[in-house]
């Protein structure tokens, strides 16, 4: 089985290339990325793309037909990949995250692919009061991110799939520890806090709802989608991956954090307007499609995990908000201040990172 991987050098993409390498161990597994966080590792290990056959670096923007040949199945992770990235780079956004993955869609389904599995996102539920969100509800998407997600989702569903199966998983907030760990998501963000200042701050009321999954769960969904059998879910499904137990408020989120990490003091701003991307998602298509394929991370698992793997890193920067290794939207203003990458996220020739290196 030939697996091709987008976002392969991403946060989540770290998580998922030691659960395929372990699941499919005699699987073809073929990265690509264009490698923006490439050097943010958080391992004191080997990267985790030398778990690959062979990582390509290049712009998901100019994939070239060659690379899905013989593939079994693509996984799409390659993103403009939050709410803040997609504000402040709302074209770049459009480019990459719609018309290049329906174009790689495109290409998949001319080449013969099976499967294709699409990371999308609960945020295409937006400001959501009252009863958890399932897949046929009223979309409210809030960001140029979530509009990007719903294209997407949609795309695949008009387009000609010459027979391929489409499954996008729409994916809860990602928490838990990574080789290529972000420090933008809010339990990961708790966790640094605690461990690097002792303190855990609430920026909103601690009232709105998060449903969290574990980087590892959202792996293990993964491998799902790229066996599932096509019914029940049909051609193309759409459908909440996470689990009931995991829809949080995140003044719990910091408590537990605090729980977890002795000498933890947690602030709540009582004053803060309400947040508006407060919701709770109902999983419970995902538990009847996938009994086998639950999340079994549980919240002390994902700070456990996180607390050790911060530790192992030695981590204990108290600034890590204003820096550049674990923050997204700083590493690549970075990038762009620095004359790197263009302002439609493109790399400069002399900057781009690997050509097509096998790993
Ligand atoms: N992290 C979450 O909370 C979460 C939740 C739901 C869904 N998702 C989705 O899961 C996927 C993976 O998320 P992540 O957290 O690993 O994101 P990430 O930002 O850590 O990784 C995304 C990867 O895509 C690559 N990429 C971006 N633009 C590219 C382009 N033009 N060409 C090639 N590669 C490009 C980046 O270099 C990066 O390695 C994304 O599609 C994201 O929207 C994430």
Redesign the pocket.
Known sequence: MRILI??S?????AALLSHLRDRFPGADLVG??????ADCLTTPGAAPETLLDVQHY????DIDASLLAGTDAVVH?????NDPIGARFAPATDA?NRA?SLRLAALAAAAGVGRFVF???CSVYGSAEGEARREGDALNPLTAYARSKIAVEDGLRAMDRAGMAATCLR?A??CGMSD?L?LD?VLNDFVAAAIAGGRVEVLSDGSPWRPLIDVRDMARAIEWAILRPREPGGDVLTVNVGSAGRNHRVRDLAEAVAAAVPGTTVSINQDAAPDTRSYRVDFSLFRELAPEHQPRVELRGSIGRLVRGLRAIGFADAEFRRGDRTI?LNRLSTLLRDGALTAE?RWRARAAPGHSAAA
């Open positions: 987008t976002g050098l991403g946060y989540v993409g690509f990325d264009s490698g923006l966080f290049g712009d998901l923007r992770l390659a993103a403009v990949s990459i290049a990371a999308s996102s994916f907030t990602a290529r972000r998501l997204r996220l």
